[in-house]
């Protein structure tokens, strides 16, 4: 059946198999999350339709198998497609009790397989997520420098909302661009919005994070001769380079404790994206609690010399990322 995403709340508990399709990343992964907390259902395991493609009957035997202390489950897959729909319909005859299936799909067409059920079935539920307006992401804002306590304009909040192509996924990540360049502003003004917003580069600035935390030199050299970064940029490096070191340093204790480390990026709370996963893996194997610390404490050392020399934030940076042991 078709429910609307304001109406999920109000569904019926007994209903077990979602299927969200979109473009709108953000509210997708919005109500997903609402769901798994409704659910109350700390066991949450994550598939890309293509693991189980290829990998069926590992599915079905994960899918089927009762623990003593896992009475229920929520099985998420993500890049859900058509190629999975008799997947599906195999799991909904064999009615399976305490677990959830929540498809997350990209744009379905209406002659799509999996659309057509969900859509036709009472029992399934099927929800579209259309871009939002330009109100609806401008409230989200307001709402978000309220919460940091940011005096910011109206015409400043239209900037950026601008940007963001009607998905709330995208305004996410530019108001964490902005929230950590304005660590301890309580204003910001058009001109550093524009510069973070248009910032091409902000991809780069990931990769050179992520390499450097990979101990990969040679990308990580290539990234700093092919970038002229400006003292703003240094600032985002840098504070972006600290949210990661502290992800790495949580999930290296729990790494730590369980020896597996599958399970340990699996079971990472946010949930670390598909994409990111390799990456993250080697970064695990790289470092140890003790020397991601280490790390966190001359990132915050590094700030602190910016802070009092604040012309020498790109020599300051790029000898930070230079001197970092790459094996």
Known sequence: MIVKPYELNKIKDNLNFFLFYGKNEGLKNQHIKQLLEKNNNSNVIKYEEKEILENEDIFFESILSNSLFESEKSIVINRGTDKINEIVINLIERNIDGITIIINANVLEKKSKLRKLFEKEKNLACIATYPDTNEILSNLALAFFKKIKISISQQNINLI???????????????????????KKKTISSEEISKLINLSENHTFYELIDNCLAKNANKTINILNENNFSNEDCIIILR????????????????????????????????????????????????????????????????????????????????????????
Request: hydrophobic share 35%; net charge positive; aromatic share 10%.
């Open 161 to 183: 909302v601008d940007k963001c192509g009607g998905d709330r996924l995208n305004l996410e990540n530019e108001l964490e661009k902005i929230k950590i360049y304005s660590t």
């Open 240 to 327: 972006t380079f600290l949210l990661k070191a502290k992800k790495i340093l949580s999930l290296s204790i729990e790494y730590d404790k369980n020896k597996d480390i599958t399970q340990t990026i699996n079971s990472a709370k946010p949930p670390i994206f598909w994409k990111e996963k390799d990456i993250v893996k080697t970064q695990l194997k790289k470092w140890t609690p003790e020397t991601i610390r280490e790390l966190i404490y001359l990132i915050n050392d590094i700030e602190l010399q910016i802070k009092k020399n604040y012309n020498n934030s790109i020599l300051l940076v790029t000898d930070f990322i230079l001197n970092q042991e790459y094996t």
